[in-house]
C-alpha cells in the first residue's frame, strides 16, 4: 500500500509530461519546446559550465537573506509577542510596511546596493523578514496562558519558562512559517535576478529570452526553479521530526 501511495505523484508527473509532449507534437506553432528539448537545453547549460554556476548563485542570495531573516525576525517577534506593550508600540509600523511587495523596493535596492548580490539579499530580507515575524508574534500570542501560569507555578524562572515551555510550544508554527517563509525568497530571488543582478536562474530566463529567444533554456530555468524549491521545501519539513516539537503533527 505504501508503495503504491509513494508511486502516485510519479505515475501523475509521467502523465503531465506525455500530455505536454503529445501537445507540443500536434501543435501547429512550435513555440514553446517539449520535455525533450528541455532536457536538452539543461544538457546544454552543463556543456557549457554555467547550470551549477547560476544554482549556485541563487542559493548564495536566498541563504543568505533568509538567514538574516530568521536571525533578526523570529527573536524580534517572539519579544515583541511576550510583551504586550511592545506589540502595541511596533504593530502600527508593521501594518504600514506589511502590504508593500519586496519587489517595491528594487529601485531603492539599486540605488543603495548597486546591481549585484547585496541588492538581491537586502530584497530577499525585506521579503522574508515581516511573514516571520508575525508568523513569531501570534505564535507567543497563541499558547495558552494555563502553559505560561503552569510554568511560573512550578516556579521556573524566566528563562527556564521560555526553554521548557515557550519553545516548544511555538516551534510548530515557526516550522510552518519558515516554509512559507522559504518559498517567498526563493520566489523573489527570481525576480531579483531579472532585474537587479546578471547571474543566477531568474538571471537565465531573462537572458535566454532576449538572447534569440531560447525558449527551452526559459522552460529548463523554470523546471530547476520548481524543483530546488520542492527540495527547500523538503528539508525545512524535516525539522518537523524534532523532538521539541513532533507532538503537533500526527503520525500520518
Not at 511596533?90 to 519587489?103: A, C, D, E, T, V
Not at 515557550?166 to 532585474?195: D, F, H, K, N, S
Request: hydrophobic share 60%; with cysteine; net charge positive.
Amino acid at each position: 500500500m505504501n508503495l503504491r501511495v509513494r508511486l502516485r505523484p510519479i505515475l501523475f508527473i509521467a502523465v503531465l509530461l506525455a500530455a505536454w509532449q503529445i501537445a507540443i507534437s500536434r501543435s501547429s506553432v512550435h513555440l514553446l519546446p517539449g520535455p525533450w528539448g528541455v532536457v536538452g537545453g539543461i544538457a546544454d547549460l552543463v556543456r557549457h559550465g554555467v547550470l551549477f554556476k547560476y544554482i549556485v548563485a541563487s542559493l548564495f542570495r536566498v541563504t543568505w537573506g533568509f538567514v538574516l531573516a530568521v536571525v533578526i525576525a523570529v527573536p524580534l517577534g517572539l519579544a515583541i509577542g511576550w510583551y504586550r506593550r511592545a506589540e502595541m508600540a511596533f504593530n502600527p509600523i508593521i501594518q504600514l510596511l506589511r502590504p508593500i511587495s519586496p519587489l517595491a523596493w528594487i529601485p531603492i535596492a539599486i540605488l543603495w546596493f548597486g546591481v549585484g548580490d547585496l541588492a538581491a539579499i537586502f530584497l530577499i530580507f525585506l521579503g522574508c523578514f515581516l511573514p516571520l515575524l508575525l508568523t513569531a508574534i501570534n505564535a507567543v500570542r497563541s499558547v495558552p496562558t494555563v502553559y505560561i501560569n503552569a510554568g511560573r507555578n512550578f516556579g521556573l524562572s524566566s528563562f527556564e519558562l521560555i526553554r521548557r515551555v515557550l519553545y516548544p510550544a511555538v516551534t510548530p508554527q515557526l516550522i510552518v512559517g519558515l516554509r512559507i517563509t522559504l518559498g517567498i525568497a526563493w520566489l523573489v530571488v527570481v525576480a531579483a535576478e531579472m532585474i537587479a543582478v546578471n547571474s543566477g536562474l531568474g538571471f537565465l530566463i531573462v537572458d535566454a529570452r532576449n538572447a534569440g529567444n531560447r525558449y527551452d533554456l526559459v522552460v529548463a530555468g523554470m523546471v530547476l526553479i520548481g524543483i530546488i524549491g520542492l527540495l527547500l521545501d523538503m528539508g525545512i519539513r524535516s525539522l518537523e521530526n524534532i523532538k521539541s516539537s513532533r507532538w503537533s503533527y500526527s503520525e500520518d
